[in-house]
């Protein structure tokens, strides 16, 4: 029979591959002073690379954890494609490829999300609630953000929707049902990686609103006008929140497997 799951794998690792000369190619207009561009470049090649590498690793680890590995090479594999695209807008335009951004997120949270279920049902402890839950929260917390930062609805009404649906999001991690899930029944291994994760979501998400507040209070003129150093902070800070992380949400989702797998 067909392992799907390795024939994926190897579907997505062969990709990213293939896109590395093709992004190279398109980098010809970098300009050496464009940290912007720079940010944009780097976090696109270190993506492909962890997606290689997540990819490859679901051959090390037990069945039951493929699966978390697999979406935490989609995260990234998705990703990578838009900040090459993103990189692209930006160089070609220095405008804000906010259209781009959201895209990706949209598909890459709430996989990031469901990361926290996987690692749960991979121990026996996870259920249907702990998924929606997880799932409505990061639409509430993305949807108003993009809307705001699009100019369909007042930006401070969008950035507080989209921090209550965080907050949201923080309590089932830490108090609600998957807290204690993980808290009472998780292995040390999974145990340990689940707590990062989560301070992960709460410390490493946090850059996210610091860009948002760069890009739309801090730097804006007397007419309340966003000047070019709001886009340039605000893609800086979100560029390095994803390299953060996407990438360093992965890894733990990695080290968890590997321990366990070693045990069993």
Same mark, same amino acid.
């Given at each position: 029979?067909?392992?799907v799951?390795? &024939?994926?794998s /190897? !579907?997505?690792?062969? %990709? ?15 300009k &050496?002073d464009?940290?912007v561009?720079?940010?944009f ?8 690379a962890a997606?290689? !590498? !997540?990819?490859?690793?679901?051959? #090390? *680890? &037990?069945?039951?954890?493929?699966t %978390?590995?697999?979406v935490?090479?989609l ?8 900040y090459?695209?993103m990189?692209?807008?930006w160089?070609?335009?220095g ?20 990361? !926290?279920?996987?690692i ?5 402890? =996870? ?5 929606? /839950? ?11 953000? @993009? ?6 609805i $007042?930006?401070t009404?969008?950035? *507080?929707?989209?921090?209550?649906g965080?907050f @949201? ?16 029944? =998780?292995p040390?291994?999974?145990k #340990? ?11 490493g998400?946090?850059?996210y609103?610091?860009?948002?507040v760069?890009?739309?209070? *801090? ?10 150093a709001? #886009?340039q902070?605000? $893609? ?7 390299? *953060?992380n ?11 497997? +590997?321990?366990? #797998?070693?045990? +069993?």
């Amino acid at each position: 029979m067909i392992d799907v799951k390795k &024939s994926l794998s /190897r !579907f997505l690792t062969a %990709s990213a591959l293939i896109i590395l000369p093709t992004a190279a190619l398109a980098a010809a207009d970098l300009k &050496s002073d464009d940290f912007v561009g720079i940010s944009f470049w780097l976090v696109s090649m270190a993506l492909a690379a962890a997606t290689v !590498f !997540f990819l490859w690793e679901t051959q #090390s *680890v &037990s069945g039951k954890w493929k699966t %978390s590995l697999v979406v935490s090479g989609l995260v990234t594999f998705i990703a990578a494609f838009h900040y090459f695209y993103m990189r692209d807008v930006w160089i070609a335009t220095g405008e804000t490829p906010t259209v781009y951004r959201y895209i990706d997120w949209l598909l890459t949270v709430p996989l990031l999300m469901i990361e !926290f279920y996987l690692i749960l049902r991979a121990i026996g402890v =996870a259920t249907a609630g702990i998924f929606w /839950r997880l799932l409505i929260g990061t639409l509430v917390m993305l949807v108003p953000g @993009y809307l705001g930062e699009a100019g369909y609805i $007042n930006i401070t009404l969008g950035f *507080v929707i989209g921090m209550l649906g965080w907050f @949201y999001i923080l309590w089932e991690i830490f108090a609600g049902e998957a807290g204690k899930a993980a808290e009472q029944k =998780a292995p040390p291994a999974v145990k #340990s990686a689940y707590n990062a994760m989560r301070w992960i979501v709460t410390v490493g998400w946090a850059i996210y609103p610091l860009g948002y507040v760069f890009g739309y209070y *801090v730097f804006v003129d007397a007419a309340g006008v966003t000047t070019p150093a709001a #886009s340039q902070s605000l $893609n800086i800070i979100y560029n390095f929140a994803d390299f *953060v992380n996407k990438i360093a949400f992965g890894l733990l989702i990695w080290y968890a497997a +590997t321990s366990d #797998s070693k045990q +069993t």
